[in-house]
């Protein structure tokens, strides 16, 4: 029986989107790393703000400052 290496994994990092931005690339970026289009991550986070989530908006200007840009 032969060993192997152990199978490694770069961790996925959450970055801002250059390329697919509308304001800051935080939806796009967020979009890019659940795999999803980000037209639904950008109508959620303003349903969210519409709505009266106001914690939507913290958020997102939170991760504007934290989450690297590409």
């Known amino acids: 029986m032969s060993e192997h290496a152990p199978h490694t994994v770069s961790p996925r990092r959450l970055r801002r ?3 697919n931005r509308m304001v ?5 970026g967020l979009a890019r790393h659940l795999g999803v289009d ?3 991550v950008r109508l959620l ?4 703000v519409v709505l009266g989530l106001g914690s939507v908006a913290v958020l997102y200007l939170v ?3 934290v989450i690297p840009q590409d």
């Open 17 to 19: 989107s250059r390329e």
């Open 38 to 40: 980000p037209k639904w």
């Open 24 to 28: 800051a690339g935080v939806c796009g």
């Open 63 to 65: 991760a504007w400052v």
């Open 45 to 48: 986070t303003v349903l969210g």
